[in-house]
RNA sequence: GGGAUGCUAGCUCAAUGGUAGAGCUGCGGACUUUUAAUCCGUAGGUUCGGGGUUCGAGCCCCCGGCGUCCCA
């Protein structure tokens, strides 16, 4: 039988020191998790009120704060910290013999340790170097920290600032900032959706039929219903709904969900922007997503100018170019391709570059395929809008108005990935009937990403629904962009395998 | 899916098949102006898990786990 204290005797050496900390500062009637304190400013605040002190200043301003000490300097009779607050300022906490008095240095000493937060309660001053300080008349745990800090002047590895990402955020000024360029760049597609008459609406991730996107689901289900339910791929097929239903602009920031893999660029969930507005084309809904993503870059760096943590930066201004899909692939090979290319010379173009063609893609995939492999590379990295794309890949989207075998869809690249897709979309409801059919026989063939027949939704296009645009941008995708970091770095808790099976 | 590569102290990393080490952190001591403080002393290990080869395995082999990079 292994008893309390035994574990605790297998704890490593430096979490055993830290808990009997926690336990003699009880003894000592101080608190190691008090729940309240004597709080009067943040340091931020603090720093604010008294931007430039010369040296050795006394302002007679006395003030308690509280942070996370991230460096302590101790000596005999005088002591130093740094405290942090979460938003990273920093502070200085000096501690001497003269104002505290023997027992509460002695314990400040012997019960503080990097990574604690503290209170400190004293006069706002500036040391003989300058620095802006605190000099504590007392001070108090705020919370007694048990495990110890990564060194601050060596990287963490990638797996452990993933897996504890609350270490990173302490450690690392740019997890912090990367945390929030996100909340202001989400905001900021908010505001941009919001000022142009959009209502941000909220649509089932648990669906009993998953639609609105070509992936495999992740299933679980209702033991109050005994149904099976799906995560949702895309929340487009509800978005419609609420367009038919008269909501004709709406807009849903939320996750999706594929059960495929992840590497730099693909996260199993993922945050999604879906907009629509009735009576606007492809070519509205492009012009609409540039000035969204604009706008959000200058939220984030005030300007149009994307400057990455490694100093590289994209001119995000003015419009941006556009290429037909079909002519820049005519282009990239040498001859004419069209919706009309026989399959057979597809697969053998195909071929001829090393792309593996499976027997149930469709020509518009092989085309897509090639369109990946000679042309995204010539984009140099530039905002580049793709039109018109092949009719059998995109069942949810409007034939062109006079380009046969052809969709009014487009995709935007910006560094190299797929960033936004936009569609004039599909509102007929017989010719979607027929669409989603044939992608019921494709899966009946075995393809278990293909679209399912899903009935409501045909029923509420019945009802009419307007013309209309529709837009997806990956939010985590576009964070990438704006950042140049990879998609675990722009999520802030990635699903990481359990560390042990 | 294929290939390469990594996992060692709290953290970052060393270690021809032959006594597992360093820096920082920690602990003890000195220091009333420090900024990754300095100086003296000292502790800290199930080398990812399991099996095998060997007189002897952190290292070689096999199986598994978790990462990273490249390719598809």
Same mark, same amino acid.
């Given at each position: ?264 660029? &693909?996260?199993? /969930?993922?945050?999604?922007? =879906?907009?629509?507005?009735? *009576?606007?084309?492809?070519? %509205?809904? !492009? ?112 034939? &062109?108005?006079? /380009?046969?075998?052809?969709? =009014?869809?487009?995709?935007? *690249?910006?560094?190299?990935? %797929?960033? !936004? ?81």
């Amino acid at each position: 039988m292994t008893t309390e204290h035994d574990e605790e005797l297998e704890l490593p050496e430096q979490m055993r020191i830290r808990h009997d900390k926690r336990d003699k500062l009880a003894e000592q009637g101080r608190e190691p998790y008090p729940v309240a304190l004597p709080i009067t400013a943040t340091i931020a605040a603090v720093r604010a009120q008294f931007p430039d002190l010369e040296i050795d200043v006394q302002t007679g301003v006395s003030v308690g704060i509280a942070g996370r000490v991230i460096f302590v300097r101790n000596t005999g009779k005088l002591c130093f910290a740094t405290l942090r607050s979460g938003d990273g300022t920093e502070i200085q906490a000096m501690l001497s013999l003269a104002k505290v008095g023997e027992e509460a240095l002695e314990d400040w000493k012997a019960l503080v340790d990097l990574g604690d937060h503290v209170f400190v309660s004293g006069e706002v001053i500036t040391s003989k170097r300058g620095e802006l300080s605190v000099l504590a008349d007392s001070w108090a745990m705020a919370a007694k920290s048990l495990r110890p800090l990564p060194v601050s002047h060596k990287p963490m590895n990638d797996d452990s600032r993933i897996r504890q990402r609350y270490l990173d955020l302490i450690m690392r000024p740019e997890a912090r900032q990367m945390a929030q360029t996100r909340v202001k760049a989400v905001g900021q597609i908010r505001q941009s959706l919001n000022d142009r008459g959009y209502l941000e609406i909220e649509t089932p991730m648990l669906q009993t039929m998953h639609g609105g996107a070509t992936a495999r689901p992740f299933i679980t289900s209702s033991n109050a219903f005994d149904l099976e339910l799906y995560l949702r791929i895309a929340p487009e097929l509800f978005l419609k709904r609420a367009v038919v239903g008269g909501m004709e602009r709406v807009y849903e920031i939320n996750r999706n969900f594929r059960n495929e893999g992840s590497d730099s660029t &693909h996260s199993p /969930e993922f945050a999604m922007l =879906e907009f629509y507005q009735a *009576y606007a084309d492809y070519r %509205e809904m !492009a012009k609409i997503t540039r000035e969204i993503i604009q706008e959000a870059a200058v939220a984030v760096f005030g300007s149009p100018l994307v400057t990455h943590m490694d100093g590289t930066q994209h001119d995000l201004s003015g419009e941006w170019r556009e290429v037909s899909l079909y002519g820049s692939l005519s282009e990239a090979v040498g001859e004419d391709i069209t919706p009309q290319t026989p399959r057979a010379r597809l697969v053998e173009l195909a071929n001829a570059v090393d792309i593996a063609v499976a027997p149930n893609w469709v020509e518009g995939k092989i085309v897509e395929e090639l369109f990946e492999h000679y042309v995204i590379s010539t984009f140099d990295g530039q905002p580049t809008f793709v039109m018109d794309f092949p009719v059998d890949t995109s069942p949810l989207t409007r034939d &062109h108005r006079t /380009e046969a075998g052809k969709v =009014e869809k487009w995709d935007l *690249y910006i560094n190299g990935y %797929e960033q !936004a897709t936009g569609y004039s979309e599909l509102v007929d409801p017989v010719i979607q009937r027929e669409r989603l059919m044939a992608q019921a026989a494709l899966g009946a063939r075995g393809d278990d990403e293909a679209m399912k027949l899903d009935e409501d939704f045909l029923r509420a296009l019945e009802h009419g629904m307007p013309p209309s645009g529709g837009v997806g941008i990956g939010v985590d995708r576009l964070l990438m962009t704006l950042t140049g970091l990879g998609i675990r770095e722009t999520i802030l808790f990635p699903l990481v395998k359990p560390e042990r099976a």
